[in-house]
């Protein structure tokens, strides 16, 4: 599955649709390997934004999302709602704070008073990143930044940055690593 180009309404119907086929054809068949979302996006509007990350969220089987040039604004939260988020090795993202369609600016403290329809996905989104957005913006603008892959590793965005993928075969995702501690 492919996450190409600027995020729409129509856009976002399709990868919805595209996924609800692909987890009931993966349900018929009893498939177990995970589904893998290649994203290379600059972001897009808000609403369909928020339409695919239900649907990943919500998705029966697992997930791996795989950054393919760039996930940035809506398509870097997209990424987050997988399973398992990897980057090839010049992997990049612009993460910024939240927005609404209609440019209303949002943080946690702010989302938390706020009656807007927009109010429960900004505050689930804020909350989880209020400490990695603090050492972001850190790093440079309050209002925006852009991460390298290495970057996106350190700070949690990714698990993995992927030497390569080949797409000419059927995906296999990474062995897990080692647990650490007693087995149960």
Known sequence: MLIQGEIDRQKATNITFELLALQAEKCRDRDETPLAIIINSPGGKVDPG?????????????????????????????????????????????????????????????????AQVYARHA????????????????????????LTAPEMLRLGFVDEILPKVNLFKPYSPPAHPKRRGRAK
């Not at 990350?53 to 809506?74: L, P, Q, R, W």
């Not at 990897?86 to 993202?93: E, I, W």
């Not at 990143?129 to 209002?143: K, P």
């Open 50 to 114: 928020r339409q695919i990350y239900d649907a990943v969220k919500s998705a029966s089987c697992e997930i791996h999302g795989i950054v393919f040039g760039e996930a940035s604004s809506t398509a870097s939260v997209i990424l987050q709602a997988c399973h398992r988020r990897f980057t090839l090795p010049h992997g990049q993202s612009l993460v910024h704070h939240v927005t609404s369609d209609k440019t209303v600016r949002f943080d946690s403290r702010r989302v938390e008073k706020s």
């Open 123 to 146: 505050l689930e989104y804020a909350k989880a990143w209020d400490e990695v957005l603090a050492e972001v913006m850190d790093m440079g603008s309050y209002d925006y930044i852009s």
